[in-house]
């Protein structure tokens, strides 16, 4: 398994500005996740961000709205961008320590209001 | 891609009776597939997961059974409790490295 923690915990943030948030893994995992989990929604794979190469994003969801970095193995960031009222969700990371496409383990998430 | 529908949305129990959550998956090659409960103000956390070697899977209260052939797995709760009230996501591999994940379960344990 893997700890991990992720920072803010929670935030409100005016329209236009942007919001980085950091996620911390208890130990060095090559593929790390970014999912957006809207209120009472699933969870929608937002990035796959792996150590060494460019984040790879999903359909409907670009670089420049949602850039992230991963420095090293246990640290990814992902910035929301020129942030509106749609960007309101949970941001969550996850990590799988197997590396085969299976079992992730999630932060605690990233609540966002933007008002 | 892999398609992944859950059923039921919500699910209200007694406390003390069981629980059944099923989900169904389109790519016949998936073969792991992972329970999450997530309760709320907190990330998803992994209850219980089954290869596609094995029909079934038990840990005390919880169990999740497999029929490749049909393409559906389930959860099963015995003897709910409270705490056990959460949403609740199945998830099957989609790609080579990522999951799809259900549209989640509000389960409702009353005392």
């Known amino acids: 398994s893997a700890v991990i923690s992720q920072k803010p915990s929670r935030d409100i943030c005016q329209r236009g500005t942007s919001l980085t948030i950091q996620c911390q893994v208890d130990?060095?995992?090559?593929?790390m996740f970014w999912y957006r989990q809207q209120p009472g929604q699933s969870l929608t794979l937002i990035a796959t961000?792996?150590?060494?190469?460019?984040?790879?994003?999903e359909s409907g969801f670009v670089i420049d709205k949602f850039p992230i970095s991963r420095p090293n193995l246990t640290f990814s960031t992902l910035t929301v961008s020129n942030m509106s009222p749609e960007d309101s969700s949970i941001y969550l990371c996850s990590v799988d320590p197997g590396g085969r496409g299976e079992t992730q383990y999630f932060g605690p998430g990233t609540r966002l209001l933007v008002l | 891609g892999e398609n992944v529908e859950q059923h039921p949305s919500t699910l209200s129990v007694q406390e003390g009776d069981s629980a059944v959550i099923k989900c169904t998956y389109s790519?016949?090659?998936?073969?792991?597939f992972p329970w999450y409960k997530q309760e709320l103000g907190k990330g998803p956390q992994l209850i219980i997961d089954?290869?596609?070697?094995?029909g079934e899977k038990k840990d005390q209260r919880i169990a999740v059974t497999l029929n490749k052939t049909a393409k559906h797995f389930s959860l099963h709760i015995t003897e709910t409790q409270p705490e056990d009230s959460a949403v609740y996501f199945c998830a099957a591999p989609s790609g080579w490295s990522t999951l799809t994940f259900g549209k989640g379960t509000m389960l409702l344990v009353s005392p």
């Open positions: 130990s060095q995992v090559t593929m």
């Open positions: 961000a792996n150590q060494g190469s460019e984040a790879t994003y």
């Open positions: 790519d016949s090659a998936s073969n792991y």
């Open positions: 089954i290869r596609s070697n094995v």
